[in-house]
């Protein structure tokens, strides 16, 4: 080995008040992006398997398939940024490591051998980067030998042509594996490509929004745009266009119109609105807007390049503000904000959060496209709808109140999955406070009911919220859009819940309306955001509001949810609030309002964004047989650039009006009963 191959593979150790290089980058045209990509393979290098077929990065955690298939997914998946980097013309040092990988892997007789792939095998996935990388970058298939090519074929096209896959985004890996094949002569199925594509497309719902999966699956998340879907349709339309021109120019029709719905889940500052499963990706969840380039897709009004290119390069700038989301030795970890097992999906590797390098794809873009030669342009607030219904994923997104905020009803994932109510099921999601996830299934501190209605039957141990929706539906009421959704916790409680968005009266505030049926005696518990709890000095747990300091909680954190401890609750007409980063709250807006307001202090590491939360909560316990309304007002208030803390608390003495539609409902159901 040369020294300068023994100081590549030296490895990154981060220190107590260490930066990442990742951190370090001025992020501002095409050559800085790839320094980025760079500062993210780098570290990975002491990771390799001696013979390079496989990467180890620190973890150890267990996942739902072999850990055979982890350590592919730690080679495979770098291979996104890397091929980006390759097939745009740049240059990497340890191009030649991740050859040599892919030899090693893909040879039966090799110690390394990856191994053939089984029905609904990890592997699959991986093939998809791996047949990418085939693709556009010519010294993988150029560095083979002939016995060599025969072993790819057989790994890589052969074998997952003869297996069973999942009913779901993963089709299209397939379509890949056989693509990367086809590109560089080798044995592919084109039968397989077209028998997936049209499948793929039956999964189509219109306006460029597809179900990650068949009829009767309403789940539209990440995947259905920068993780999986519209991705791979773009990078299909780039790469098979010539030869496929009539589905190219469907899959890039498609992208236009996504393309101005996908933009709302983004704010100002770059943040993406952590919404759905596999957020740990991260800046993946941007990766659309440099796949809309790499497949020179004609742009949709409002957008430009320049507001394209803002909005990638952006979200990469605000994932350089997170530096607790990498390890020791400088690799990406498990988490969002922050290294986080309560949020990880089954199938979350400590390799997995390296398809984040998607975000490269920008890379492949050449660099006298508009997308690099455009002057960057800010978020196109003032040419967007500052609230607007979002049909196919069931939601309202609002540009008020100085975060990116969806409404939620009516997606749920298709299988068992840890949190998936929090994930899918909560009424609303912040691009500044993000969702929690339970720790645990035991009191509310563990069930950290963010945005979400719990109700136990059990006197508060248990807590069933929100997950399936019998109905689910976008309404007008007074022009404006608001959701309805009709579930049941218990078989015997049926819940109707309004969600309605903020107004330009009071932009802080959102409504959220339950009317509950109780065939059982439930206790409830309505939470708001969940917000930093921690003071700015010396990060102790957040005490009563001080006005000098512009922070503290009203009322006080007791650290369980007692409401018998008077200073730990309020009248819910009063409500509580929590002022750190922000503020958030919740107040009760009913009649003679029968719920107490107190603060939820969260199980650390609950949250995605922030590790100890704390959230405001109204509280009360609804009698066997009876019929009740709840009308709460959620207050958010973000910490933003230019914002005085003083301020956090402006708009919490005008609280939101309940509009004529819902009072002239109340008045009918009030009479009837």
Not at 321 to 340: A, K
Not at 512 to 538: P, S
Request: with cysteine; net charge negative; proline share 7%.
């Amino acid at each position: 080995m040369g020294s300068s191959t023994r100081e590549a593979a030296q490895q990154l150790v981060l220190g107590y008040s260490d930066k990442h290089p990742f951190s370090k980058i001025n992020i501002t045209d095409r050559a800085s992006v790839q320094g980025l990509l760079k500062t993210v393979l780098d570290p990975l290098k002491p990771h390799f398997s001696p013979l390079k077929a496989t990467i180890r990065v620190p973890g150890g955690t267990a996942v739902r398939f072999d850990y055979k298939a982890a350590e592919i997914e730690g080679i495979c998946r770098p291979m996104w940024g890397l091929a980006g980097l390759l097939g745009g013309g740049g240059e990497y040092d340890g191009t030649s490591w991740f050859v040599e990988g892919l030899k090693a892997g893909t040879d039966p007789e090799s110690p390394e051998f990856w191994g053939w792939p089984r029905d609904n095998d990890q592997r699959m996935v991986e093939m998809c980067p791996l047949g990418f990388t085939l693709a556009v970058a010519p010294v993988f298939w150029d560095s083979l030998n002939e016995k060599e090519r025969v072993n790819v074929e057989n790994w890589l096209g052969n074998s997952i042509n003869e297996k069973n896959m999942p009913n779901t985004n993963w089709l299209w890996f397939r379509v890949f594996a056989n693509l990367g094949l086809k590109k560089n002569g080798g044995k592919y199925s084109q039968e397989k490509i077209e028998q997936d594509i049209i499948h793929l497309n039956s999964f189509f719902r219109g306006d460029g929004w597809s179900n990650d999966g068949p009829e009767g699956i309403w789940q539209q998340d990440y995947y259905s745009g920068s993780f999986a879907i519209q991705f791979l349709q773009l990078l299909y339309a780039k790469l098979a266009g010539d030869d496929d021109p009539v589905k190219a120019a469907e899959f890039k029709k498609r992208a236009q119109d996504y393309a101005t719905d996908f933009i709302h889940y983004f704010d100002e500052e770059g943040r993406a609105t952590p919404f759905g499963r596999s957020v740990g990706y991260r800046f993946a969840m941007a990766g659309f807007w440099g796949a809309l380039a790499y497949a020179d897709v004609e742009l949709p009004a409002p957008l430009t390049w320049g507001i394209v290119k803002g909005l990638l390069l952006r979200n990469l700038r605000w994932w350089q503000t997170q530096e607790d989301i990498w390890s020791p030795t400088g690799t990406l970890t498990i988490g969002y904000c922050f290294p986080n097992m309560y949020m990880a999906e089954n199938y979350n590797s400590p390799m997995s959060p390296m398809w984040a390098c998607l975000a490269f794809i920008c890379l492949a873009v050449p660099q006298d496209h508009p997308f690099w030669t455009s002057k960057e342009e800010p978020y196109p607030t003032h040419l967007l709808q500052k609230v607007k219904a979002l049909k196919h994923p069931g939601h309202i997104i609002s540009y008020l109140g100085g975060h990116r905020m969806v409404l939620s009803s009516g997606q749920a994932c298709s299988y068992p999955m840890k949190g998936t109510h929090a994930k899918y099921g909560s009424f609303a999601y912040s691009s500044a406070y993000g969702y929690s996830v339970p720790t645990g299934c035991f009191t509310l501190e563990q069930f950290a009911l963010a945005s979400q209605l719990g109700l136990s039957d059990d006197s508060g141990e248990f807590w069933k919220t929100r997950r399936l929706c019998e109905e689910a539906s976008i309404e007008t009421k007074d022009f404006l859009p608001v959701l309805k959704s009709i579930w049941k916790p218990f078989p015997d409680v049926t819940i109707k819940t309004y969600l309605i968005p903020p107004v330009e009266a009071t932009p802080n505030w959102h409504l959220r309306v339950h009317k509950i049926e109780a065939g059982r005696e439930v206790m409830t518990a309505d939470g708001a955001f969940a917000i930093c709890n921690e003071t700015k000095l010396d990060r102790r747990y957040l005490d009563l509001y001080n006005p000098k300091t512009a922070e503290g909680t009203l009322p006080k954190i007791i650290g369980n949810y007692d409401l018998n401890t008077p200073e730990g609750s309020s009248p819910g007409s009063v409500g509580s609030f929590a002022v750190s980063k922000g503020a958030v709250g919740i107040v009760a807006l009913e009649d003679s309002s029968p719920r107490t307001a107190m603060l939820v202090n969260a199980d650390p590491n609950s949250n995605l964004v922030e590790a100890r939360t704390v959230i405001p909560t109204l509280q009360h316990t609804i009698l066997k047989g009876k019929t009740v309304w709840y009308i709460a007002a959620i207050y958010a208030k973000p910490l933003k650039e230019g914002v005085e803390p003083s301020s956090y608390l402006d708009g919490w003495e005008s609280k939101p009006v309940i509009p004529g539609w819902l009072k002239q409902e109340l008045s009918t159901a009030w009479k009837s009963s």
